[in-house]
């Protein structure tokens, strides 16, 4: 077990997929609180657990990963800002990390590629930040924290996953 702890603290993606794993295992749980707790009463309503139970998941999952999205891109987006505005001095020191969007739309400026982070961007932050919003107003506080003891695993895994590939 602490062989396993201290090879989890020198993850040198730690920084990358931490933050994004709380996140989306928050939001994709806190979606899931409002599906079943808040307007659409699916745990009240006539559906049976057979169409319920799965719609919860998949909303978990999708929320999830889409809070990850939001926040690794955000994450790759400032280290290409921080990139495309340091000086060449500090470059002598510090290089630079290949991103391949700073070579997609080199015209005008090499950082032109970082455009297309943008609708990405609001694209998964519109899909899991919400969800703070609405499933805090409308989930109970017991079942809430069930639910967070859910989704933050869930989030962690998805987002260990998918920081291998980035």
């Given at each position: 077990m602490k062989a396993r702890w201290r090879g989890l603290r020198e993850d040198p993606k730690l920084q990358i997929w931490l933050p994004a794993?709380?996140?989306?295992?928050?939001s994709g749980a806190l979606a899931v609180g409002w599906l079943l707790w808040g307007p659409p009463r699916l745990l009240n309503s006539s559906l049976?657990?057979?169409?319920?139970?799965?719609?919860?998941?998949?909303?978990?999952l999708f929320v999830s990963s889409m809070g990850i999205s939001f926040v690794i891109l955000l994450q790759r987006l400032f280290k290409a800002v921080r990139q495309t505005m340091r000086p060449l001095s500090v470059s002598m020191y510090e290089p630079a990390e290949p991103?391949?969007?700073?070579?997609v739309v080199a015209w005008p400026h090499p950082g032109c590629g970082l455009l297309i982070y943008i609708p990405m961007i609001l694209l998964s932050g519109g899909a899991s930040l919400p969800w703070f919003w609405f499933g805090i107003r409308h989930t109970p506080v017991v079942p809430l924290l069930l639910l967070l003891?859910?989704?933050?695993?869930?989030?962690l895994w998805i987002a260990k996953r998918e920081a291998r590939y980035w």
């Open positions: 794993g709380l996140l989306g295992g928050s049976c657990f057979v169409i319920t139970g799965p719609l919860a998941i998949l909303a978990l991103l391949i969007e700073m070579e003891v859910i989704g933050v695993p869930t989030g």
